[in-house]
């Protein structure tokens, strides 16, 4: 079992950065590919970037690229996503989540755990 803990969230001004931080329990978690996800009122959860387990290779959502970087470290446990020049339509819950498959990356039901999210609100 893995229980996923993010923080970091909150409210900041368009164009500003925030790191998102995701702490799994166990002492499995460079076992997991990790990823962060987003859901916005009224949207369904999207995909936001992914990591494998080594950190060795990430993938991102489209409107991720070049503003948002996802990292890991293996010995603090601790996943991050790093989001710099963020919009208002950035506003979402972020999720992190664990997976141990190693195919369809991008779609949710391939994670086996998930965190209960952090709120993070991008200001006009």
């Known amino acids: 079992q893995v229980q996923l803990v993010e923080s970091g969230g909150g409210l900041v001004q368009a164009g500003g950065s925030l790191r998102l931080s995701c702490a799994p329990s166990g002492r499995t978690f460079s076992s997991y590919g990790m990823a962060w996800f987003r859901q916005a009122p009224e949207k369904e959860r999207e995909f936001v970037a992914t990591?494998?387990?080594?950190?060795?290779?990430?993938d991102y959502a489209e409107f991720a690229k070049g503003r948002f970087i996802i990292s890991r470290d293996n010995a603090k446990n601790t996943v991050y996503l790093q989001m710099n020049s963020l919009k208002p339509e950035d506003t979402a819950v972020y999720y992190c989540a664990a997976r141990s498959a190693v195919t369809k990356l991008r779609t949710p039901a391939t994670y086996n755990y998930w965190g209960q999210g952090t709120q993070v609100t991008v200001s006009s």
């Open positions: 990591i494998s387990r080594s950190g060795g290779i990430t």
